[in-house]
């Protein structure tokens, strides 16, 4: 889909895309940008009527959910398919601005909340957007919807869905052998990883890196742990 360049206020909001991804180091084209701008502007609009995320001042919605889920391109863009599940993906972050990043990439949405798959799949329209996929419903062994990603899904990710251990156990199921699950974190990121190695459950999974970045206006720290599927 091409999306028609807008001048004014957008202006002003593809300058802050602009800054902040190349600050992120990333390369993303003006089509994707542009995506990107009418993405914040319909979540501004929907955000007036159903509660999507926190009321902010536009720099800090790019940056606080816009630019985080950028930083986990370098890990996904490169997925085999059925490439990424996002879990609990609300308003669409990170799963949504992947997808948008990385066209080619696969992605799957899931969120049980009906207001908010709404709004997903009334953006997977007006972006034009192919191959991706929104499920209302919940991450559950027993989930008949999900029968098919059992053992498929090479990638998920969950952004402050629940803890380490809990996504762990409800991921097993979907991840393939070798297959990564993906969590952003914040300041806590040491903390949960330590109640995650206290807990008996550890099970399939092993922790194989923490990347430590930072939000690129603020500079608040954050990190992406990388679990394994043995």
Not at 146 to 159: C, D, G, M, Q, Y
Request: glycine fraction near 6%.
């Amino acid at each position: 889909m091409h999306v028609r360049p807008r001048s004014g206020p957008m202006t002003k909001t593809s300058d802050l895309f602009r800054k902040g991804i190349r600050k992120l180091s990333l390369d993303l084209g003006d089509q994707a940008i542009e995506q990107l701008c009418l993405y914040l502007a319909e979540l501004q609009k929907w955000n007036r009527r159903i509660n999507l995320v926190a009321k902010a001042p536009e720099e800090v919605l790019i940056e606080k959910h816009f630019l985080d889920s950028l930083t986990l391109v370098p890990q996904v863009k490169n997925s085999p398919p059925p490439g990424l599940m996002d879990v609990g993906s609300g308003a669409g972050f990170p799963g949504m601005v992947l997808k948008i990043a990385c066209p080619d990439l696969k992605v799957t949405l899931v969120e049980p909340r009906q207001k908010r798959v709404s709004f997903l799949r009334h953006l997977i329209r007006t972006l034009g957007l192919m191959e991706i996929e929104v499920l209302e419903t919940r991450l559950e062994n027993n989930n008949e919807e999900l029968v098919k990603w059992h053992n498929s899904t090479p990638i998920l990710a969950s952004r402050a869905f629940t803890s380490i251990s809990l996504f762990l156990e409800l991921a097993e199921p979907f991840c393939t052998d070798g297959g990564q699950v993906i969590f952003m974190k914040g300041r806590k990121a040491e903390e949960e990883i330590a109640e995650w190695q206290k807990s008996s459950a550890t099970g399939h999974f092993r922790l194989n890196k923490i990347i430590e970045t930072a939000l690129p206006f603020t500079n608040t720290p954050r990190k992406l742990l990388l679990f394994n599927k043995r």
